[in-house]
Nanobody
Framework: QVQLVESGGGLVQPGGSLRLSCAAS????????IGWFRQAPGKEREGVSY????????YYADSVKGRFTISRDNAKNTVYLQMNSLKPEDTAVYYC??????????????????????WGKGTLVTVSS
């Protein structure tokens, strides 16, 4: 059974850190580009960061650049999102997604993201004092 499972979400104070994990089963992540997306209440899902499948190139949305870091551990079939200096506006459900496509169009193809092959079910991140 193919699935992506996110973990690591929770409640954190502003300025704090969390590390999200995205574990794959039923397929190997190294054949896919992996992205992290988030959806805040009342807002559309937006792309946060991705790591490409070919050369490991990374991309970050301006809102998280310098604070978030994406990485992958192919041996563990897992992708991580290290989130530092968290802000209340980072509060959202965070989803990981896998795409077999090259390039970046699949990541920017919102709100429907037709280029995504698999989605996780999400993990909630709440940044509040």
């Amino acid at each position: 059974q193919v699935q992506l499972v996110e973990s690591g979400g929770g409640l954190v104070q502003p300025g704090g850190s969390l590390r999200l994990s995205c574990a794959a089963s039923g397929f190997t992540l190294d054949g896919y580009a992996i992205g992290w997306f988030r959806q805040a209440p009342g807002k559309e899902r937006e792309g946060v960061s991705y790591i490409s499948k070919s050369d490991g190139r990374t991309y970050y949305a301006d809102s998280v650049k310098g604070r978030f870091t994406i990485s992958r551990d192919n041996a563990k079939n897992t992708v991580y999102l290290q989130m530092n200096s968290l802000k209340p506006e980072d509060t959202a459900v965070y989803y990981c997604a896998a795409s077999s496509r090259y390039g970046s169009s699949w990541f920017h193809d919102g709100p429907d993201y037709y280029g995504v092959d698999y989605w996780g079910k999400g993990t909630l991140v709440t940044v509040s004092s």
